[in-house]
């Protein structure tokens, strides 16, 4: 993922957390249809109008922003074809660097090597995310499943 300026996450002031709750609850209204095109008209500083169309899939893009904003959150965005570095791969695990490189090499998670170096692509990590949250729910619910039958929890 090449960082630059823009791309270095930014936690909202207090004023920005403000403004991003009431952004988010006004555009809620009014992009609740979510299906066609719509536009925002942008006043600049001077007072200059222009109306601005937006793709409906950015809709809930926009919305999330607010809203994490709002409660804030730094926010960055990351296209699902972006590669990233084992360390940026590992810090979206929420695990170290040494742990993602295992799984890499187990091939649990695809990746390909630029020079010594190895690049994730975020979606598979995407997959690897949903596919682990998926078995450790499923684990969950056998274990509330057994805990049941065993009469546990019950008073």
Same mark, same amino acid.
């Given at each position: 993922?090449?960082?630059?300026? *823009?791309?270095?996450?930014?936690?909202?002031? +207090?004023? +920005?957390?403000?403004?991003?709750? @009431?952004?988010?609850?006004?555009? #809620?209204?009014?992009?609740?249809?979510?299906?066609?095109?719509?536009? !925002?008209? !942008? !006043?600049?500083?001077? $007072?200059?109008?222009?109306?601005?169309?937006?793709? #409906?899939?950015?809709?809930?893009?926009? &919305?999330?922003? /607010?809203?994490?904003?709002?409660? $804030?959150?730094?926010?960055?965005?990351?296209?699902?074809?972006?590669?990233?570095?084992?360390?940026?791969?590992?810090? &979206?695990?929420?695990? #170290?660097?040494?742990?993602?490189? @295992?799984?890499?090499?187990? $091939? @649990? !998670?695809?990746?390909? @090597?630029? $020079?010594?170096?190895?690049?994730?692509?975020?979606?598979?990590? /995407?997959?690897?995310?949903?596919?682990?949250?998926?078995? *450790?729910?499923?684990? /969950?619910?056998? /274990?509330?499943?057994?805990?049941?039958?065993?009469?546990?929890?019950?008073?």
């Amino acid at each position: 993922m090449n960082t630059s300026v *823009r791309d270095m996450p930014h936690l909202p002031t +207090e004023a +920005e957390t403000l403004l991003a709750r @009431k952004s988010a609850s006004a555009l #809620s209204v009014h992009l609740a249809s979510r299906h066609a095109p719509q536009s !925002i008209v !942008i !006043i600049d500083h001077a $007072g200059e109008k222009q109306a601005v169309e937006l793709p #409906s899939a950015v809709y809930p893009l926009l &919305l999330d922003a /607010l809203a994490e904003m709002a409660r $804030g959150n730094a926010v960055t965005l990351t296209p699902v074809h972006a590669e990233l570095t084992t360390q940026e791969a590992a810090d &979206l695990l929420n695990v #170290s660097r040494p742990y993602l490189v @295992k799984l890499l090499d187990e $091939g @649990k !998670i695809p990746h390909r @090597k630029v $020079g010594r170096h190895r690049r994730v692509l975020y979606r598979d990590m /995407l997959d690897y995310k949903q596919r682990t949250d998926s078995q *450790r729910s499923q684990a /969950l619910d056998e /274990l509330a499943a057994m805990a049941q039958e065993a009469g546990m929890g019950a008073e």
